[in-house]
């Protein structure tokens, strides 16, 4: 069986700079991604924790490359639900690039993957990563993010 994937692509009116903040900062990642912050030291190996607002972890991680600002890569443990819990972790990379017609915007690119058989997160993330994405695409560009009303960071 082959394994699904998960893409998405967006521009945005930004640097690379302010988006890998974006990516990597928990004053941003609580902003636009559901009362989520993030932690790490973001160096290769170490681990990534995103944390809800009463200080619980909902998703883990371990950093595979922090090649800041152009590539993010890590691992996705969910641990929302029990069959969640029980998935070998996937990996998700964010790409960043300059757009060169327009050096004004940066092209995102997301993309996970490396799920096991019989995933359970992929139809999770299928419905969140556009929501989080979007969000955080308005909230770069307008400096307000999009609010969703959600189990994951509340």
């Known amino acids: 069986m082959n394994s699904p994937i998960f893409l998405y692509v967006s521009y945005i009116r930004t640097t690379p700079e302010e988006l890998w903040e974006a990516l990597t900062s928990s004053e941003f990642t609580r902003e636009y991604w559901m009362g989520l912050t993030v932690e790490s030291d973001w160096k290769t190996g170490s681990s990534v924790r995103f944390i809800k607002p009463d200080g619980s972890s909902v998703l883990s991680g371990a950093i595979l490359a922090a090649e800041k600002p152009q590539v993010l890569s890590y691992t996705w443990s969910y641990q929302g639900t029990e069959q969640a819990r029980a998935e ?59 609010h969703f009303t959600g189990n994951c960071g509340k």
């Open 88 to 146: 070998k972790p996937s990996r998700v990379t964010f790409l960043l690039e300059r757009f060169e017609p327009d050096p004004n915007l940066v092209k995102l690119t997301v993309t996970h993957d490396e799920f096991p058989e019989n995933t359970t997160v992929f139809k999770d993330i299928s419905n969140g990563w556009p929501m989080v994405l979007s969000s955080l695409k308005t909230l770069l560009e307008t400096k307000q993010a999009m």
